[in-house]
């Protein structure tokens, strides 16, 4: 951390780290928000007929939403008729510990409900519902501690919901209302007051969710819209670089921050870039090329090698410097998700609903096992498709097709 941020926040960011071991997943994309667990000790080789299933959970709830795993719970969303709610699951059986109702359930015809991963911090958490209610409940019980909303900070709900996960950084909730009054906000994560709100960065919302990074001793956060990539000043929330994206129609992957560079990504056609940061409002562009049009099942970096599912390319290994594809298949696994962990990347497919581990290394697809998930739901929109991402944690890789929530056991024997 940088030696200027103040001691509150130094102090917030030890606490929460006094929470986490190396098992947990406390947020969207793990500790770090860049999809990469440091668990050791599973599987690298799963049997003919994939894992062993531990439990199946038909008790989750419409939505698309993650996973955060500390402990023995496991927390996510999901919708009934009328509501969505905040769910805490036990890890050992699947069995639900409690769940808690933040909002009207939101209508899309692509698939209903929440799309957030709450956020877990210490004995807290952040949850952002499909209609914008953000909501920070106790985890012990899921009770209330406050709640606000976003067309209260001039959101407005973009056309498939609120899908971000809030940010906990310090003594800060960060989030994106996106709007005139300001695209990212930053809240007291204690009393949800404002602490600030970005005036000078104004882009609607989209659906990508904020990362914060250390760069030439400023902590910053750095979000993704449809028009633009943007670092803003994690003290005042003022713009510090800003970059053009040719985004089109909807703009949904997370930005990885590297060696002093940005890399982001998007689907229908609008491709990847990478830009490096400097001591100006405007980054060096290294590139911007077609190679990762990845549409929403993320993009992740394993050294300085990126992976991902490329529209019309297949799953790809990209350079991470150049931008080059390094290798692609396109025929073994359809267009879906991943996650990496232990060396090896999990991909989900979207359409048949299968697991495959693979080598995470630029020498092409060695793979290693696959699975499907059994049963699949039968409420899932027919628009739809399997939209939530894998996660590996404790041992255990967690899937889901929207009520029905599945846990392997991936431990090495």
């Not at 209610?133 to 959101?155: P, Y």
């Not at 909730?173 to 007051?193: H, R, V, Y």
């Not at 090698?305 to 692609?328: A, N, P, R």
Request: aromatic fraction near 10%.
């Amino acid at each position: 951390m940088s030696a200027i941020r103040p001691w509150s926040a130094l102090l917030g960011v030890a606490l929460f780290a006094s929470f986490v071991v190396a098992a947990d997943w406390p947020q969207w994309r793990g500790p770090n928000r860049d999809d990469v667990s440091k668990e050791q000790d599973l599987q690298q080789e799963w049997p003919a007929d994939g894992p062993s299933k531990l439990w199946l959970s038909d008790k989750v709830g419409i939505g698309y939403s993650g996973f955060a795993v500390v402990g023995d719970t496991l927390y996510t969303m999901g919708a009934d008729d009328a509501n969505e709610s905040v769910l805490a699951i036990n890890v050992a059986d699947g069995s639900v510990k409690w769940s808690t109702p933040i909002g009207e359930r939101l209508k899309n015809g692509w698939g209903d409900g929440p799309r957030c991963t709450p956020t877990i911090d210490g004995d807290r958490l952040y949850a952002l519902g499909g209609r914008g209610g953000l909501a920070c409940l106790s985890v012990a019980d899921g009770s209330e501690v406050w709640k606000v909303e976003m067309k209260d900070f001039g959101g407005r709900t973009p056309n498939w919901g609120y899908c971000e996960s809030p940010l906990i950084d310090g003594e800060k909730c960060l989030c994106t209302p996106g709007g005139s009054d300001g695209a990212i906000l930053a809240l007291n994560k204690t009393t949800g007051e404002k602490i600030w709100q970005s005036k000078d960065f104004t882009d609607g919302a989209q659906y990508s969710s904020i990362i914060a990074a250390e760069h030439s001793g400023k902590r910053q956060y750095i979000q993704l819209t449809q028009k633009s990539v943007v670092g803003v000043d994690a003290a005042s929330g003022d713009i510090l670089w800003t970059t053009g994206f040719e985004g089109r129609t909807a703009v949904i992957p997370t930005p990885i921050f590297h060696d002093g560079c940005v890399y982001v990504a998007s689907g229908y056609g609008a491709g990847c870039k990478l830009v490096k940061l400097n001591d100006t409002a405007e980054p060096e562009e290294i590139y911007v090329n077609k190679n990762m049009t990845n549409h929403h099942g993320g993009v992740v970096l394993v050294g300085e090698h990126l992976y991902g599912y490329s529209d019309g390319k297949g799953w790809i290994c990209q350079d991470f410097k150049t931008g080059e594809i390094v290798w692609s298949e396109k025929n073994k696994l359809g267009k879906g998700s991943l996650t990496c962990a232990g060396g090896k990347l999990y991909l989900y497919s979207e359409r048949g609903g299968e697991a495959v581990l693979i080598d995470a290394t630029p020498d092409g697809w060695q793979e290693h096992g696959r699975l499907k998930i059994d049963p699949q739901s039968m409420q899932r929109s027919q628009r739809g498709a399997i939209w939530t991402h894998p996660v590996v944690a404790g041992g255990k890789l967690f899937l889901r097709d929207q009520e029905l929530l599945a846990a392997y056991d991936i431990k090495a024997n």
